[in-house]
């Protein structure tokens, strides 16, 4: 009758042996001074996001120049578009690669994603009629969804506590900046006459530019390797680090933290206990705020400008450069607040400014004002989704940190669905008296309840070990 115990007992302390290694692994990576090592980590994370999650809304930024004018496509199909770009493409990536990053590690999903949205998005260029186009823009989106899933994820996971935020913010200008000038420039240059260029760079950056950087430069996330038990390939990785810190001087002992070890992806507690509460809470901010204030607005934004307030094409892309370039600078400043402010309390600063330029928006006229508040939204906008996106990653633990994101984001992104369907009528249906329908919908369900679900019920993540907050 022994034996069975002590096979039992084996059973227990191997895996009370295992997590205190995966909370070694953690509490040694948490120690970490900020310095290049995870600089240049999150620098890589942040050229993915630029180069290939902003490919996001591509169709929609070009079509008031291209196919609108020809009648190639209908509004009907255009909205038809949006919903399988926006929504079903990019909710395939997120979840789908979202899974493959939580079984099989991040580094590969990046790889993945690159291949998808640079393999998928150049045929754009040759495609004039609604079928070609809804099937490239729809699985060009599931590279951009994968992208989103794991950004964030791996970023976090490299981060010491006290730098979490500093190095987010930091690193997320170089998104910022690289969205905003290959968003815009070329597009400047390029649109309408040219516009099968600027599909083609779209195309190649990912698959010569990403790709090459994660293979020779980004190694697995140690915290994923610890979490599925394998702690030699973790250990040799920040041992790494480790040598390289200690040139600075003696580095802190190592606190174990609490972790958990296993090799599969427990999809379930995704609906469960606390993380069930916060898998809804964050699928209804995403879902209301992709509805509105991020695709309600990004999808109809610039034909309210080119029609009220007759914009043209240089000046409509040059808004949007200009818009990157302030939003890198301000992000840069809150850089140094780092852990001190909470993360949901800038969430719900990037609300409040979003809301102060939509509000001004329709009831200013010209081309400078306009311009300027659109600026102003479009600030309001980074500040909010670059800061629920480390939000998100930051609520779950490591074994399910790439499906939450993924199912959350992912779900949120069926929102878009509301663009087209919402958005879109009440934009039409109110153009004649400045489109005030479609601003109502975008700045109160879309922008104004997200904030204060967040501010309401949101949870509080400054300075506390990745394993513990996430718990």
């Known amino acids: 009758?022994?034996?069975?115990?002590?096979?039992?007992?084996?059973?227990?302390?191997?895996?009370?042996?295992?997590?205190?290694?995966?909370g070694l692994i953690a509490a040694r990576i948490d120690r970490l001074p900020l310095g290049s090592t995870q600089f240049l980590l999150g620098a890589i994370m942040q050229i993915t996001w630029g180069?290939?999650?902003?490919?996001?809304?591509?169709?929609?930024?070009?079509?008031p120049f291209i196919w609108?004018?020809?009648?190639?496509?209908?509004?009907?199909?255009?909205?038809?578009?949006?919903?399988?770009?926006?929504?079903v493409g990019i909710l395939i990536g997120e979840y789908g690669l979202g899974l493959i990053a939580d079984k099989f590690g991040r580094r590969p999903v990046l790889v993945l994603s690159a291949l998808f949205a640079g393999g998928f998005i150049w045929e754009i260029a040759f495609s004039n009629s609604f079928w070609p186009l809804l099937a490239w823009n729809t699985l060009y989106a599931v590279g951009v969804g994968g992208a989103l899933s794991v950004v964030n994820t791996y970023m976090h996971e490299i981060a010491p506590i006290s730098a979490r935020g500093q190095l987010a913010l930091r690193t997320q200008l170089i998104a910022l900046l690289l969205s905003?000038?290959?968003?815009?420039?070329?597009?400047?240059?390029?649109?309408?006459?040219?516009?099968?260029?600027?599909?083609?760079?779209?195309?190649?950056?990912?698959?010569?530019?990403?790709?090459?950087?994660?293979m020779i430069f980004v190694p697995e996330s140690p915290r994923w390797l610890a979490s599925t038990g394998r702690f030699d390939q973790a250990d040799?990785?920040?041992?790494?680090?480790?040598?390289?810190?200690?040139?600075?001087?003696?580095?802190?002992?190592?606190?174990a933290v609490e972790a958990t070890v296993t090799d599969k992806v427990p999809t379930r507690e995704l609906f469960t206990g606390t993380y069930g509460k916060r898998t809804i809470l964050l699928a209804v901010v995403w879902f209301l705020a992709y509805g509105g204030m991020i695709y309600g607005q990004g999808s109809y934004l610039s034909l309210f400008l080119v029609g009220t307030d007759h914009f043209t094409a240089h000046q409509l892309f040059a808004e949007g450069l200009v818009a990157g370039l302030v939003g890198a600078a301000v992000f840069?400043?809150?850089?140094?607040?780092?852990?001190?402010?909470?993360?949901?309390?800038?969430?719900?600063?990037?609300?409040?400014?979003?809301?102060?330029?939509?509000?001004?928006?329709p009831v200013t006229h010209g081309v400078t004002g306009p311009f300027i508040l659109a600026i102003i939204m479009t600030l309001g906008e980074y500040i909010f989704f670059?800061?629920?996106?480390?939000?998100?990653?930051?609520?779950y633990p490591t074994r399910l940190r790439s499906a939450g994101t993924g199912w959350t984001d992912g779900v949120g992104h069926c929102g878009s669905a509301l663009s087209p369907l919402v958005a879109g009528p009440l934009f039409t249906a109110t153009a004649a008296s400045m489109n005030y329908g479609w601003f109502i919908w975008i700045l109160l369900p879309g922008t104004f309840i997200p904030g204060v679900l967040i501010?309401?019920?949101?949870?509080?993540?400054?300075?506390?070990?990745l394993e513990l907050l996430a718990e």
């Open 332 to 361: 840069l400043v809150f850089s140094n607040v780092g852990e001190r402010v909470e993360r949901k309390t800038i969430i719900v600063a990037g609300c409040v400014v979003y809301l102060i330029g939509g509000c001004l928006l």
């Open 51 to 63: 180069l290939v999650v902003a490919l996001d809304l591509v169709f929609a930024r070009i079509y």
């Open 236 to 255: 040799r990785t920040v041992k790494k680090w480790e040598a390289k810190a200690s040139r600075a001087g003696r580095l802190p002992e190592p606190e």
């Open 455 to 465: 501010a309401v019920f949101g949870n509080r993540q400054s300075g506390r070990a």
């Open 386 to 395: 670059m800061n629920l996106y480390s939000y998100t990653a930051l609520s």
């Open 1 to 22: 009758m022994s034996e069975p115990a002590s096979a039992s007992n084996h059973a227990v302390t191997a895996l009370q042996d295992a997590e205190y290694r995966h």
């Open 180 to 214: 905003a000038v290959i968003g815009s420039v070329p597009a400047f240059f390029w649109i309408p006459e040219h516009y099968q260029w600027v599909l083609f760079l779209d195309a190649a950056l990912p698959l010569l530019i990403v790709i090459p950087l994660v």
């Open 68 to 87: 609108q004018p020809k009648g190639e496509i209908t509004s009907f199909e255009f909205d038809l578009m949006l919903v399988f770009n926006t929504g």
